[in-house]
């Protein structure tokens, strides 16, 4: 095809849903519009209509779309070197790394490219640990929560203690082992259980906030007594931050909620505000990983790392935390007026902006019909499970667009009503 027939086909000029049905695997149930372009929290399609995005590439888009100090950011980078191998050294991903570490409780970092990736790399880690550091004899396990996400690599399905990601793709790895979120007895009880066996619990991975199980915050006491338990047991907390992290919450990390530190935690997500990257964060007490032991021929490249030094500079002059703060207080009370008003909500909670927004369970709704309602009003919305509601909008949006969005939602609830 010639350059000139290539352009012929820009997916802004023309979308053709045959040529897109025909030809990528259908692996994603999909919404029948196809995005042309955007521009801070707003998107068009290729029919022209505009959207109020609340979604965010599921909370991905920190500053939203076409920002300023992205472009230049990726712009510039391009021009200069956009990919050099990690056999060299890349001083983009030193910079980036000292960000992280000076915001965080991490010491060391290692970049890839997605939240599986990073995930995978944690799941490596506490295993090296486990047989170098820890000794086991034993075999490691992992203790992971129920509905939580890890990602959809083998052992992330695995890590994701939601059997519907699992099914088919058996046989799983071994070494995982799941409990109620936010239950300690049940924790404790399933060490023991666990250590009764010829096996040890070497870490416990969980979400600060579980976002696709429904966007369920920790509870403080909860987090804390985990880590009181991982201490006196040797065992690793991980914490998978691929949602939450990089200011989503209001703080820079998930667990900066919870009063307590990870030994390792998970990035990816907001981390370049839409370029692919992925980091796994730990303490120098576990970075047993030496030369050759894990890899990522694009991990930290110089581009990717140049975009999330864009994003990470932003959220400091922009003092978006504060945004964050306050545009969430601001969604979480317009939701709480609608829940008031229209009889269908159970719940609605959050932190900063990643916020969910429960169908009561006896009714039939469900948040993909919600969902689907809202986007008619040019409401973009995901759900987080069959019934609730997910907010995330970026970082940067403004007490005009979260009171259009609520306005937008309350249109579409009327036409619904039950
Ligand atoms: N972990 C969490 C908490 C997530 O929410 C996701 C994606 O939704 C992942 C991991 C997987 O990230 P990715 O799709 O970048 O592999």
């Known amino acids: 095809m010639s350059p000139q027939t290539l352009l012929n086909h820009s997916p802004a000029q023309s979308f053709n849903p045959t040529q897109f049905d025909q030809y990528v695997m259908h692996t994603y149930g999909r919404f029948p519009v196809a995005i042309a372009k955007g521009e801070g929290c707003r ?39 956009h990919h050099i191998s990690n056999l060299y050294y890349i001083p983009e991903q030193g910079a ?18 997605s939240g599986a990736e990073a995930n995978e790399a944690a799941i490596k880690l506490v295993r090296k640990y486990a047989h170098t ?32 990601y699992q099914k088919h793709f058996d046989p799983l790895p071994d070494g995982f082992a799941y409990v109620p979120y936010n239950d300690i007895r ?60 990089v200011g989503r919450t209001g703080k820079y990390w998930g667990y ?20 692919p990257i992925g980091a796994m964060m730990c303490k120098d007490s ?27 500079e932003t959220l400091e002059q922009e003092n978006l935390l504060e945004n964050v703060n306050a545009r969430g207080e601001q969604l979480r009370a317009g939701l709480k007026t609608l829940a008031e008003k229209y009889p269908y909500f159970s719940d609605v909670r959050g932190w900063g902006l990643i916020n969910g927004m429960e169908i009561k369970a006896d009714l039939e709704l469900t948040s993909i019909e919600v969902v689907k ?6 409401l973009l919305l995901a759900p987080a499970g069959p019934k609730v509601l997910r907010f ?27």
């Open 392 to 418: 995330v909008p970026p970082l940067i949006v403004s007490a005009a667009e979260i009171n259009e969005a609520i306005a937008l939602l309350d249109q579409a609830l009327a036409v619904m009503a039950l």
């Open 43 to 81: 998107l068009w399609d290729t029919e022209g209509k505009s959207y109020l995005d609340f979604v965010a590439g599921i909370a991905t888009c920190t500053l939203g779309h076409a920002h300023p100090a992205l472009i230049q950011a990726v712009s510039a980078q391009i021009q200069k070197l």
């Open 186 to 245: 049940a924790l404790e009880e399933a060490i023991t259980d666990i250590d009764e066996g010829n096996r040890r619990v070497a870490a416990i991975m969980l979400e600060a906030l579980q976002g696709e199980g429904g966007v369920r915050p920790g509870d403080v006491e909860y987090f804390k007594a985990v880590r009181r338990i991982c201490d006196e047991n040797g065992i690793l907390l991980v914490l998978d931050e691929v949602q939450v992290g």
């Open 133 to 164: 550091v820890s000794d086991f004899l034993e075999q490691p396990v992992i203790l992971s929560a129920k509905s939580s996400f890890h990602g959809r690599t083998l052992a992330t399905i695995t890590a994701t203690g939601q059997p519907k």
């Open 373 to 378: 309602a809202a986007m008619e009003k040019g």
């Open 256 to 275: 900066e909620n919870l009063g307590i530190e990870p030994d390792i935690f998970t990035s990816a997500k907001g981390l370049a505000g839409g370029i």
């Open 96 to 113: 980036l790394a000292q960000w992280i570490v000076e915001h965080s409780c991490a010491d060391k970092v290692f970049f890839c490219n």
């Open 286 to 312: 576990c970075a047993v990983f030496n030369p050759g032991e894990h890899a990522s021929t694009f991990g930290g490249n110089p581009f990717s790392c140049a975009a999330a030094l864009a994003v990470v």
